[in-house]
């Protein structure tokens, strides 16, 4: 399994914008799809965004379209997500995870980033 490690979170007022970087260990980070999720209190975790192994193919959930960018430099084990007018409903911790490319589910999770949205 890959070792993962975000960082980059933090206070933001409404409107204003965060990038979150994933860092991965060893050398095989070009083989996963990699996904960012985030759970916010007293709800479930959910996904974000994936992008895929040479970040070809990216996809958004409809809550993020157009406010977020997902992506990845494979020659730096790492992985981004850019988050543009941010709104305080996007208060969350935000993980990011990697999924092996003949596995169903994410299989490593990194600690996780605080972003706090204050209105």
């Known amino acids: 399994q890959v070792q993962l490690v975000e960082s980059g979170g933090g206070l933001v007022q409404a409107g204003g914008s965060l990038r979150l970087s994933c860092t991965a260990s060893?050398?095989?980070?070009?083989?996963?799809?990699m996904g960012w999720f985030r759970q916010a209190p007293g709800k479930e975790r959910e996904l974000v965004a994936r992008?895929?192994?040479?970040?070809?193919?990216?996809y958004y959930r409809d809550f993020v379209k157009g406010r977020f960018t997902i992506s990845r430099d494979n020659g730096k084990n790492t992985m981004y997500l850019q988050m543009n007018s941010l709104k305080p409903e996007d208060t969350a911790i935000y993980y990011c995870?990697?999924?092996?490319?003949?596995?169903?589910?994410?299989?490593?999770w990194g600690q996780g980033t605080q972003v706090t949205v204050s209105s």
């Open positions: 995870a990697a999924k092996s490319p003949m596995a169903t589910m994410y299989s490593s």
């Open positions: 992008i895929s192994q040479r970040g070809g193919s990216t």
């Open positions: 060893g050398n095989t980070f070009s083989t996963y799809t």
